[in-house]
């Protein structure tokens, strides 16, 4: 299994332009998200699905989309970047939390190092 | 979700005990105790997770007091590769959202 895996790697773009994040994961994991995260500092939620054809906002949505259209897919788009999305980028996903013996345990992708000059 | 509170840093020699707390003092019944770790800005990696008992795996051990106001995690043998971040999160079966706070960066040293 390749778990979480992110494309791209790196990315820099100007300011204006937009971008896609890609997410894939091959666990058929039912529960995806999207966390940036910002020099010394911790993750922070951006948005998150519970299942295919569903998302939600989480801490720090503005500026951001997102779509769930395959299970194994979340992706993460910028419509105008803004210096201030400069980040690291994490996909995550876990099964679904809540059921008889499943817990919230996440995996983590590789990241995105974006940079928005 | 309960919030955590972990020291910013500390230091630990190789191949002995690494031992990092962790106080969740407003923690509620239901939510469990989760450790990840995040190598050098690599994705975080999760550790082990508890919530009443102590735990163990291949990777560490979790102590939980017994009024679950605190942990530690123990690393028993560290190395230099177990140089990373180290995130303490407080969590609900049902929430979606962990919170990562700063966590503690644990440098292992020669």
């Known amino acids: 299994n390749a778990g979480v895996t992110q494309t791209p790697k790196f990315r820099v773009l100007k300011t204006g332009q937009s971008m896609t994040l890609l997410c894939a994961q091959d666990?058929?994991?039912?529960?995806m998200y999207w966390y940036r995260q910002d020099p010394g500092m911790g993750l922070r939620l951006i948005h998150y699905?519970?299942?295919?054809?569903?998302?939600a906002k989480g801490e720090v949505p503005d500026g951001y989309n997102v779509s769930r259209l395959k299970k194994q897919n979340f992706l993460l788009g910028l419509e105008s970047a803004a210096p201030s999305q400069t980040s690291v980028y994490f996909c995550?996903?876990?099964?679904?939390?809540?059921?008889?013996?499943?817990?919230?345990?996440?995996?983590f992708g590789p990241g995105t190092r974006l940079t928005v000059l | 979700d309960a919030k955590t509170t972990q020291p910013p840093s500390m230091d630990c020699a190789e191949g002995r005990a690494a031992n990092l707390p962790c106080n969740h003092s407003?923690?509620?019944?239901?939510?469990?105790v989760y450790w990840y770790r995040q190598i050098h800005s690599q994705g975080p990696q999760y550790i082990i997770h508890?919530?009443?008992n102590n735990e163990t795996n291949e990777m560490a051990s979790l102590i939980i007091t017994e009024d679950r106001k605190s942990s530690t995690l123990i690393l028993p043998h560290a190395t230099l590769r177990d140089t990373a971040v180290y995130y303490c999160?407080?969590?609900?079966?049902?929430?979606?959202?962990?919170?990562f706070g700063p966590g503690t960066r644990l440098s292992v040293l020669p």
């Open positions: 995550a996903s876990s099964y679904r939390p809540g059921l008889a013996g499943i817990t919230d345990t996440q995996y």
């Open positions: 666990m058929n994991h039912e529960y």
């Open positions: 699905s519970v299942g295919e054809g569903t998302t």
């Open positions: 407003t923690i509620s019944g239901n939510e469990y």
């Open positions: 508890g919530l009443k």
């Open positions: 999160i407080a969590q609900d079966n049902y929430g979606q959202n962990f919170v």
